[in-house]
């Protein structure tokens, strides 16, 4: 028999809670029969000195000490892994449940008769002294873990519990929460698995204060009931096609909201009305065609970082990434394709993350390039105040206050954006020509344990693979060109949408004014301030547009822009659902592991 007593900052009672726990247990087993452990949960008081002398004194006593924080779940689950006996509980160190209860609740699974017995304070037959800061929280939780989770108890949470070794070991492995939540969703899942569990009656009176933060603790295990709702209610019934549906529908329904809500719906449904349907089409074609050359940009990356890979897949992988970025926010579409790579190609989330870094590198560098060299060409030809104008949104009258406001952001994102892509394209050559592990020396200097030298080699890979391009003075080439394509068919989309709406322009200032709206705007989605862009794009297109281009209405402008962030979102999410079926991929899943990656990731970068 092996109790644990899970214990933080229990130096004043820790002592005569296990003298209290040994006598009780001599009064029904034999002495040399169980073992008590002292789960000691990163305590910073007197604890540990306590627990350790403890014991010292008594061979039936053990302690087990981690240094940092496990949660209440993650100190039982370590010590339960190492106790020795087949019959295993714990109770809370303040003794507030009436020892008296020992004995039931242990020969209760002994016997054999249950696998799992808890204690409660709220069935008949309990004396409980529950105060309202107390009690009332209790009753809440306990009612909304039987409504959503079918449970037949009513106290989840009271702290005396036993249970059979197997029966515990076999449903730990499907105990997600470390913390408060622990024995909740052990003893719901316990339930749902047709374990044997018994819940009786135990006189209880608090004992100080709780431990417990209503505000912290409280709501977060209501976010682990809907979590384990979810998990026990839903997803069993969601299987992978149903996923890929529901991610379509979601990507569908999630830019149509997006458009009414960022942009007057009026003017998006006038416009789309008034634009030639064929032409509309055939900048959809166009737009089409920058994919493929999108796959072959994306294997030139993964071939000169050792990876092989073919276009068709590679492509579909982009559209479904860029889907989830157009959907959801933070852009964790890159998360995503990195998750489709790994789960279907079976690359390394550093190298997938690395080509994804190398990419997004050579977009802004090409985008702030043709932004930049319009500007310098129309400042040359005389026109600098035009530029600042348009820039600065001072075309548009006052009533168009957003997108004079996105123009004005779109300007200062461009510069800094320019300014950045230039800066860590010269910080990469520098650091490709560089035989020094600067990674390894400088994180070396702030730790040196285990976990710090597996940073040290997931940055190392990362670092690696970003360097390989630079160092190929040939695939910076070829993969420089292959995104001046992909960001000049962009460009010719939408000068074929500027077409259709009725847009006429002498050639010259057409492709100008083409290549510096489309540029700009898409610059100005970089920082993803809105879902997919939608109103920041449209603010920068129209103003520059209006600015430039002398005669041109603003309602034509916004017809331009709104007409072709559409289309270009219109063919993302139709390749983005084909490639989720052609791939069997659900973007929900794929958001959910591609998230988890990126944070992951993300920390260890920090």
């Known amino acids: ?22 006598e009780t247990l001599e009064t029904f087993l034999p002495s040399d029969a169980f073992e008590v452990i002292v789960a000691e949960d990163g305590c910073d008081d007197r604890t540990p000195e306590i627990a350790d002398r403890l014991a010292e004194e008594d061979e039936r006593v053990r302690h087990f000490h981690s240094d940092e924080r496990l949660g209440r779940g993650g100190a039982l689950e370590r010590a339960f892994g190492a106790a020795e006996g087949e019959t295993l509980a714990y109770f809370d160190t303040d003794l507030a449940t009436d020892m008296r ?71 730990i492995e499907d105990v997600h929460d470390r913390h408060w939540f622990w024995d909740t969703e052990l003893l719901v899942k316990a339930q749902s698995k047709g374990f044997r569990v018994k819940e009786f009656p135990v006189d209880w009176e608090p004992k100080g204060d709780t431990k417990v933060d209503l505000v912290r603790d409280i709501f977060g295990m209501g976010s682990q009931v809907l979590r384990t709702w979810w998990e026990m209610a839903v997803r069993p019934r969601v299987n992978r096609r149903v996923g890929i549906v529901a991610g379509t529908i979601l990507s569908l329904v999630a830019i149509f909201l997006m458009a009414f809500y960022y942009l007057e719906w009026e003017t998006v449904l006038e416009h789309m009305s008034a634009a030639d349907p064929v032409l509309v089409g055939a900048s959809a074609l166009v737009y089409l065609l920058s994919w493929p050359v999108r796959g072959v940009r994306y294997r030139d990356i993964l071939e000169t970082i050792g990876i092989r890979g073919d276009v068709t897949f590679l492509t579909g992988a982009i559209f479904i990434s860029q889907t989830g970025n157009l959907v959801f926010p933070a852009r964790l579409g890159d998360g995503v394709r990195a998750y489709v790579m790994k789960a279907r190609r079976r690359v390394p989330y550093p190298s997938g993350f690395a080509s994804l870094a190398i990419e997004r590198v050579f977009d802004l560098l090409t985008i702030a390039g043709l932004a930049g060299a319009v500007m310098l060409a129309l400042v040359a030809s005389g026109n600098a105040g035009d530029v600042a104008t348009a820039l600065a949104g001072g075309a548009l009258p006052q009533e168009y206050a957003n997108y004079r406001s996105a123009a004005r952001y779109a300007s200062y994102v461009a510069a800094g954006v320019g ?23 400088l994180i070396g200097r702030l730790s040196d344990d285990s976990y710090a030298i597996l940073v040290v080699g997931v940055l190392r890979s990362f670092v690696t693979d970003v360097q390989a391009v630079a160092k190929d003075v040939r695939a910076f080439v070829v993969v420089g060109s292959s995104s001046l394509l992909v960001w000049t068919l962009d460009v010719v989309t939408a000068m074929v949408v500027m077409v259709a709406v009725g847009i006429d322009l002498p050639l010259a200032l057409f492709v100008t004014v083409g290549f510096f709206a489309v540029s700009v705007g898409n610059l100005a989605k970089v920082l993803p301030l809105s879902p ?19 005669g041109i209405s603003i309602e034509l402008a916004i017809a331009a822009a709104v007409v ?43």
């Open 1 to 22: 028999m092996s109790v644990v007593l899970p214990a933080y900052n229990e130096e004043a009672t820790i002592e005569s809670t296990v003298h209290t726990t040994l």
């Open 101 to 171: 209860h020992l004995e039931e609740l242990i020969e209760s699974v002994r016997s054999g008769e249950y696998d799992v017995v808890t204690g409660s304070r709220w069935i008949e037959g309990r004396e409980a002294d529950r105060p309202p800061k107390r009690g009332i929280p209790s009753k809440g939780y306990n009612w909304l873990v039987r409504t959503f989770l079918r449970s037949s108890l009513r106290d989840h949470q009271c702290g005396f519990k036993a249970f059979d070794r197997e029966a515990l070991f076999e449903l």
């Open 419 to 441: 300014i950045a892509a230039l800066a860590l394209v010269a910080a990469i050559f520098l650091s490709a020509r560089s035989d020094r592990d600067l990674v390894g020396q």
């Open 532 to 550: 997919g862009g939608i109103g920041l794009y449209e603010g920068a297109f129209t103003a520059l547009v209006v600015g430039l281009a002398p």
């Open 564 to 606: 072709d962030h559409a289309v270009k979102n219109v063919v993302t999410i139709v390749g983005g659902a084909a490639s989720m079926v052609t791939l069997n991929v659900s973007l929900t899943e794929a958001v959910k592991e591609g998230a988890d990656a990126k944070e992951s990731f993300d920390t260890a970068n920090r």
